[in-house]
T-cell receptor, first 112, second 112 residues
Framework: GNSVTQMEGPVTLSEEAFLTINCTYTATGYPSLFWYVQYPGEGLQLLLKATKADDKGSNKGFEATYRKETTSFHLEKGSVQVSDSAVYFCALSIQGAQKLVFGQGTRLTINP | EAGVVQSPRYKIIEKKQPVAFWCNPI?????LYWYRQNLGQGPELLIRYENEEAVDDSQLPKDRFSAERLKGVDSTLKIQPAELGDSAVYLC??????????FGPGTRLTVL
């Protein structure tokens, strides 16, 4: 079946630190991969996506590269800010974006 | 452009009571999704509509859950009767032609 495994949280970093949140997947076929972010009290927002192997998605200083050989889509940011504190979800979909399968989420807290 | 609207934002009920959630998708989006997000987990799809047709309801517990999307716009998700295990956040999302999904803020249900 299709599944996503994320790095266990919570993750706590200081401002300006380097961030990596690991995400690996299992899928039948060729999935599209997504990172969603959920800020406190808000709905999930699409952060970035990649639709094929070796694609790099990027947004707001965050990046993730679709690695087919390692079935991974790790999220990175070079210098985090307090405002990046949120829960981050890795997800995949088969057949476009019709059905998303999410990881369990990783709570990130950035201290000033 | 207005995002996905959900109401109520919070609902507290006693077990065995009925409850209903309402969703208004982004204007023009033909695909509507209902997800359930348990505490500390990623969202899981309950049902997906293409216009007014439910095309994927395999994860909807049909003994107590029902949903409708009249005229292919607004949607209502109902639980009757509610059980303690139904406590969760219920998320609605919409997309245009099965592209990126946009999520509402969710309804947090607490069953006592």
């Amino acid at each position: 079946g299709n599944s996503v495994t994320q790095m266990e949280g919570p993750v706590t970093l200081s401002e300006e630190a380097f961030l990596t949140i690991n995400c690996t997947y299992t899928a039948t076929g060729y999935p599209s991969l997504f990172w969603y972010v959920q800020y406190p009290g808000e709905g999930l927002q699409l952060l970035l996506k990649a639709t094929k192997a070796d694609d790099k998605g990027s947004n707001k200083g965050f990046e993730a590269t679709y690695r087919k050989e390692t079935t991974s889509f790790h999220l990175e940011k070079g210098s985090v800010q307090v405002s990046d504190s949120a829960v981050y979800f890795c997800a995949l979909s088969i057949q476009g974006a019709q059905k998303l399968v999410f990881g369990q989420g990783t709570r990130l807290t950035i201290n000033p | 452009e207005a995002g996905v609207v959900q109401s109520p934002r919070y609902k507290i009920i006693e077990k065995k009571q009925p409850v209903a959630f309402w969703c208004n998708p982004i204007s023009g989006h033909n695909t509507l999704y209902w997800y359930r997000q348990n505490l500390g987990q990623g969202p899981e799809l309950l049902i997906r509509y293409e216009n007014e047709e439910a095309v994927d309801d395999s994860q909807l517990p049909k003994d107590r859950f029902s949903a409708e999307r009249l005229k292919g716009v607004d949607s209502t998700l109902k639980i009757q009767p509610a059980e303690l295990g139904d406590s969760a956040v219920y998320l609605c999302a919409s997309s245009l032609e099965a592209r990126v999904q946009y999520f509402g803020p969710g309804t947090r249900l607490t069953v006592l």
